[in-house]
């Protein structure tokens, strides 16, 4: 598994792009995109998956990033 963080365009928010053997799915950070969380948080798009976000996601508060893919 491997994270890159790219800058995205404003209004953008944070998005997780799942990259796969025929394409890539983007998975927005909203609350429409939350598909479980029993002990992490699962967003989710499609059969694309993105799961124990939660740190990432705070540092990226923390630091004012609110663009991001």
Do not use: I, Y
Not at 11 to 22: A, E, I, P, S, W
């Amino acid at each position: 598994m491997r994270v890159s963080l790219r800058p995205a365009p404003a209004d953008t928010g944070v998005v997780f792009r799942c990259l796969h053997g025929n394409g890539a799915t983007d998975v927005p950070v909203d609350f429409g995109s939350v598909v479980g969380g029993s002990q992490s948080t699962q967003l989710g798009a499609g059969m694309a998956r993105v799961s124990t976000v939660e740190h990432l996601l705070a540092a990226l508060s923390a630091t004012g990033v609110d663009n991001a893919t």
